[in-house]
């Protein structure tokens, strides 16, 4: 993404801006108070700035995720602020590591709708993936080797 200048970044992470920096696009920070152990912002200057701006497409991360609860955050703030941003977006992506599909390590989630997509990586099984798009999520699955695909469950 950092080469192209079409784009506007919105994000609450310190480690975006950072990668970003140099980019030639236009990038904005959605301030707020520092969560260190994440080092992104949350709190409600993060959450009253993301209810006055709508989103082409919103990349969520997750420490866990299953289909019966949806994405699943050390803490309530977290969960607040991406389902803020996937209410103010047209496409929602979940972005998630095959290991943690099916696990929810902490007890704050934000539920998943029909139509969003989930991503993960190659190390995915059918098993792991069938809830999720049993409950109508999109799913993509990401190489390894960088290509990505399609998998229908």
Known sequence: MAHRSDLTI???AITVLHELAGADLRVEC???ALRQLS????GP???AALERRTFDRAFLGADGVT??????EAELEQTRLKELMARRADHVYVLVHAEKLGH????AHTPLSPGWTLVTDDSATRSSTAPFHARGLNL???ATT???TDQAG
Do not use: D
């Not at 289909?67 to 699943?72: K, L, R």
């Not at 929810?104 to 007890?107: A, D, G, L, V, Y």
């Open 30 to 32: 959605l301030g707020g």
């Open 39 to 42: 080092q992104g912002f949350v």
């Open 104 to 107: 929810r390590p902490f007890r």
């Open 67 to 72: 289909a019966e609860h949806g994405i699943c």
């Open 45 to 47: 200057l993060t959450e």
């Open 146 to 148: 960088s290509t990505t």
């Open 140 to 142: 993509v699955v990401a």
């Open 10 to 12: 919105v994000t609450t």
